[in-house]
């Protein structure tokens, strides 16, 4: 298994409140990714990373941040979190060569209630 | 825009039938990538293919790329309850390899 791990595992919180989910990876790989996960949408991307402090969005990055400051960690702020956060996010992290695969941490289950 | 289109969407049959799942896009992919997601957990990769034409096998599941690259199948023989999962396709964006586009799944359950 890739050395991945998402904290927490799950999490219910509030409208309005801020959230911050870690991944932690002990495979130096470059890339690190964010998605979330829905039913009848697939994976969709929030974040991703390709370096420490280097960052860029993907499709569905509104009312998220992201911050990596260290190889091993990326981490995905709600800034506020809404109802409509409510999803299971999954950390991933990849070579970033073609064709390469990503594996994928555990998840973690957000409830925004 | 790339698309990866996956059918069906939900399939539940029983154990020993076979079975064809799709994933379909409009667009050209320089290469496939087929995922597995048990529930609870991360996809888990199962194959690559690259080449058009390209068949590959994993013990029960074949995997062919179309020939203009634009579409895959996965064919599972004698399916198992093992075999239960969501199947996932992706494919990589036009503007990097690091970035994938997905499908939204075929969830298939196998009954014993």
């Known amino acids: 298994d890739a050395g991945i791990t998402q904290s927490p595992r799950h999490k219910v919180t509030e409208t309005g409140t801020p959230v911050t989910l870690r991944c932690h990876q002990t495979?130096?790989?470059?890339?690190m990714y964010w998605y979330r996960q829905d039913p009848g949408h697939g994976l969709r991307l929030i974040h991703y990373?390709?370096?420490?402090?280097?960052?860029d969005k993907g499709e569905v990055s509104d009312g998220y941040s992201v911050s990596r400051s260290k190889t091993e960690d990326f981490l995905l702020t709600l800034e506020s979190a809404t109802s409509s956060q409510t999803s299971v996010y999954f950390c991933?992290?990849?070579?970033?060569?073609?064709?390469?695969?990503?594996?994928f941490g555990p998840g973690t289950r957000l409830t925004v209630l | 825009t790339q698309l990866l289109e996956q059918s069906p969407q939900f399939l539940s049959i029983q154990e020993g039938e076979n079975l064809t799942v799709y994933c379909n896009s409009s667009?050209?992919?320089?290469?496939l990538q087929w995922y597995r997601q048990e529930p609870g957990e991360g996809p888990v990769l199962l194959v690559t293919?690259?080449?058009g034409g390209e068949v590959k096998k994993l013990k029960r599941l074949t995997f062919q790329f179309g020939d203009a690259r634009k579409d895959s199948s996965l064919h599972i023989t004698a399916a198992q309850p093992g075999d239960t999962g969501l199947y996932l396709c992706?494919?990589?964006?036009?503007?990097?390899?690091?970035?994938?586009?997905w499908g939204a799944g075929t969830k298939l359950i196998i009954k014993p």
């Open positions: 992706a494919g990589p964006t036009e503007d990097s390899n690091y970035q994938l586009i």
């Open positions: 667009s050209v992919f320089s290469s």
């Open positions: 293919v690259v080449t």
């Open positions: 495979e130096n790989h470059r890339y």
């Open positions: 990373s390709y370096g420490v402090k280097d960052t």
């Open positions: 991933a992290i990849s070579l970033g060569t073609h064709a390469d695969t990503q594996y």
